[in-house]
T-cell receptor, first 112, second 113 residues
Framework: NAGVTQTPKFQVLKTGQSMTLQCAQD?????MSWYRQDPGMGLRLIHY???????DQGEVPNGYNVSRSTTEDFPLRLLSAAPSQTSVYFC???????????FGSGTRLTVV | GENVEQHPSTLSVQEGDSAVIKCTYS??????FPWYKQELGKRPQLIID?????GEKKDQRIAVTLNKTAKHFSLHITETQPEDSAVYFC????????????FGKGNQVVVIP
């Protein structure tokens, strides 16, 4: 079991560029979510999915898109990167939202 | 939606002493309360969780207590060691469907050797 795999680990983007953060899990978890972590702000939910084909917005969804075509994958797309999106991004998965989450190792994104 | 608050934001303890972190939640229907530990530069990892039908749960040096009436739950770390130094996040969820797991902002625990 690889658990939750995130790629890339580090990324530098220029303002206005787009990119996709990848997240894959091999635990057959239905529930997947994306968080961003900024100093002093804790973990803020961007988007989440309760199963293939079902997604919903979290606390801070603006500027991000997601899709869930398979149980295993939950990519996060930045449409037009802005400096305010500089952050550490974590993907997490679980059987449901009342079971322990497994987090990926994170992506450190810098937008210049 | 659920709102979770953690106190204190930073806690310093001498090695060997106990540390207690308290969280309050707003949604009386919440029934699942996990704690995550995040070491510097690493991912959050689940260390213990409790459900609303249980008042206390222990795992070696860590324990969690839940007071449903007051809507708060606490993490207790006994005989603290330097490797306990980390940020600890509490969370709460009512479970099922589209309900979200709401995280607190985290507590920095520093164990002084």
């Amino acid at each position: 079991n690889a658990g939750v795999t995130q790629t890339p680990k580090f990324q530098v983007l220029k303002t206005g560029q787009s990119m996709t953060l990848q997240c894959a899990q091999d635990m057959n978890h239905e529930y997947m979510s994306w968080y961003r972590q900024d100093p002093g702000m804790g973990l803020r939910l961007i988007h989440y999915s309760v199963g293939a084909g079902i997604t919903d917005q979290g606390e801070v969804p603006n500027g991000y898109n997601v899709s869930r075509s398979t149980t295993e994958d939950f990519p996060l797309r930045l449409l037009s990167a802005a400096p305010s999106q500089t952050s550490v991004y974590f993907c997490a998965s679980s059987y449901s939202n009342d079971y322990g989450y497994t987090f990926g190792s994170g992506t450190r994104l810098t937008v210049v | 939606g659920e709102n979770v608050e953690q106190h204190p934001s930073t806690l310093s303890v001498q090695e060997g002493d106990s540390a207690v972190i308290k969280c309050t939640y707003s949604d009386s229907a919440s029934n699942y309360f996990p704690w995550y530990k995040q070491e510097l530069g690493k991912r959050p990892q689940l260390i213990i969780d409790i459900r609303s039908n249980v008042g206390e749960k222990k795992d070696q040096r860590i324990a969690v207590t839940l007071n449903k009436t007051a809507k708060h739950f606490s993490l207790h770390i006994t005989e603290t060691q330097p490797e306990d130094s980390a940020v600890y996040f509490c969370a709460a969820s009512r479970g099922g469907g589209n309900n979200r797991l709401a995280f607190g902002k985290g507590n920095q625990v520093v164990v002084i050797p």
